[in-house]
């Protein structure tokens, strides 16, 4: 009985060691836990829009093309240097956020382009800017978004330069995404959403769609979720574009060095309209300026706002498009009906989301003004959210099934450049 209690006593006295041990990982940066999974698929061309849609937008699936951008796809590659930027945007008032170790309750400057060159090289500041229009012409449209839906769906072309040393939070974005670099280094920690679960378990912020979590010590006790959490490893060369899907939570770190990429954020495409690409050549050496696909005026707002509510419907009538956009206080039913006979395709009374993808929604701007008003008006304060199944833009927000769902998505571009999320 002695040495059973002995040899019990002893497995005590080891589990009470082994609990006490650190977790693999513990206090060390975002990724020490554990060894990275397998790498994501690479390629040195881009893939047809139809191939894209099927093989990674659709199945949720990065992948990094590399040396792309030494094609000729973007002349902002070659030509932004900081003379370059000085001589032709030095006037243009940019954003610049304090502190390279993100912060989202940071400061935000609006500086000229000529101060930022003058500080960024030794100051603790950032650019991320939504590009002005002149700008966005020397930064052509990947091939693979010219047809099939994607060219409807360009929300915003942000800058992010910096002289290197950035770290993001943890977060996921509500839009997906091609990050093109067009000098440095970036070093990228990439967790499938289908980890959703585990990311948010602590610590998680849902108004920001961020985890508070420090990536340059990880404390495992407080994120215990994150003790054998998948990941992945993605190393961004000058040159490279990275496709991140949207949802999928990811943190970058900038090397060390001018570091400058650009990034196209476009509304996550649900089903590829095939006939769109008839009369198009999408190759990669056909170059067309983003500034002729990048939407302004609420287009891919109120586009997303009414995807949110057709989400989980095969169809909407006419009575309950009333209802939703009614409430508003800004359309009047016969501007309603008109809205609903615009996007009703088939006139079979009904509007499905693929007629939605289909729509022309500037021409519904330009015919019902008051759509235009609602997007405008400054006076409805943002609410907070409670979940985030229909993010809006690039605010990483929910888009609600009632009226502050239109307060967000109306707010969402202003929001943009407070709610950083690196990419």
């Avoid at 495409?269 to 005026?297: H, I, M």
Wanted: with cysteine.
């Amino acid at each position: 009985m002695l040495g059973l209690f002995l040899s019990v006593l002893r497995m005590l006295q080891l589990g009470v060691t082994e609990s006490t041990d650190p977790p693999t990982g513990h206090l060390q940066p975002l990724g020490g836990h554990r060894q990275p999974m397998t790498s994501i698929e690479e390629r040195d061309t881009f893939p047809s829009p139809k191939e894209m849609f099927e093989k990674y937008v659709k199945p949720s699936k990065p992948v990094i093309f590399r040396g792309i951008l030494e094609k000729g796809m973007f002349p902002a590659y070659k030509l932004w240097t900081d003379s370059y930027l000085r001589e032709h945007y030095g006037s243009e008032t940019v954003d610049v956020e304090t502190g390279k170790k993100e912060n989202r309750r940071g400061n935000m400057l609006r500086i000229t382009m000529s101060e930022f060159l003058d500080r960024y090289p030794k100051d603790d500041i950032y650019m991320v800017y939504d590009a002005s229009e002149g700008m966005t012409k020397e930064i052509n449209m990947p091939s693979m978004l010219l047809c099939g839906g994607f060219q409807k769906m360009v929300q915003n072309v942000i800058m992010w330069f910096s002289s290197g040393g950035t770290k993001s939070v943890l977060h996921n974005d509500g839009l997906d995404n091609v990050n093109c670099l067009i000098d440095g280094e970036k070093y990228f920690v990439m967790i499938d959403k289908k980890y959703k679960a585990d990311v948010e378990n602590a610590g998680w912020v849902k108004n920001g769609a961020y985890s508070n979590v420090d990536v340059e010590k990880v404390d495992l006790y407080k994120f215990p979720k994150f003790r054998d959490l998948p990941w992945y490893e993605i190393k961004m060369h000058r040159g490279d574009c990275l496709f991140i899907p949207y949802k999928w939570f990811h943190h970058v770190d900038s090397r060390k060095g001018r570091n400058f990429a650009i990034n196209i954020w476009f509304h996550h495409l649900k089903k590829f309209n095939e006939s769109d690409c008839s009369n198009v050549n999408p190759d990669e050496q056909k170059f067309v300026s983003v500034s002729q696909f990048k939407r302004g005026n609420g287009v891919s707002e109120f586009r997303e706002f009414l995807s949110g509510e057709l989400e989980d419907l095969e169809s909407m009538d006419l009575q309950s498009f009333e209802n939703l956009l009614k409430s508003t206080g800004y359309l009047q039913r016969k501007e309603i009906e008109n809205l609903f006979k615009l996007i009703d395709a088939d006139k079979d009374g009904k509007v499905t989301e693929y007629e939605l993808e289909l729509a022309d929604i500037e021409k519904a701007l330009m015919e019902i003004p008051a759509i235009q008003r609602l997007l405008e008006d400054d006076s409805i304060e943002e609410e907070d959210r409670e979940d985030d199944d229909h993010l809006s833009p690039d605010a990483d927000r929910k888009i609600q099934k009632d009226n502050d769902h239109l307060v967000n998505f109306r707010n969402a571009p202003k929001q943009n450049m407070n709610k950083k999320a690196e990419l």
